[in-house]
């Protein structure tokens, strides 16, 4: 199985993040949205409010599946059975702090 994580806050979930969500998706067997637990930040919606919202938005997707995670996301990928993580990108400088991460 073919499986990759979104990770993110989510807070809320848009079009973008649908879109690339949908794209995604017909690649590869399963996505899963992993939706960030951070203490230190006060979102608009609480945890579970973002993962009913995630799921209502993607319900038309089959193989979409919606996590919460606490901590780093490398953490969460070493203990997944994910082959990739995919992000958005919405500026080149986007690009460069995402090349520099994955060079880490």
Do not use: W
Not at 14 to 28: E, P, Q, T
Not at 31 to 42: G, P, Q, R, S
Not at 74 to 88: F, L, P
């Amino acid at each position: 199985m073919r499986k990759i994580i979104y990770p993110g806050t989510f807070d809320p979930i848009h079009n973008g993040h649908i879109d690339i969500a949908m794209r995604a998706a017909k690649l590869f067997d399963v996505l899963e949205f992993i939706v960030a637990v951070n203490v230190e930040k006060d979102p608009l919606f609480n945890v579970d409010e973002r993962l009913s919202l995630i799921k209502e938005s993607t319900n038309h997707i089959e193989n979409i599946r919606v996590n919460k995670f606490t901590g780093l996301v490398v953490d969460y990928a070493k203990n997944s059975d994910s082959i990739a993580i995919i992000r958005g990108l919405r500026h080149v400088s986007d690009f460069e702090f995402e090349f520099q991460m994955a060079m880490m």
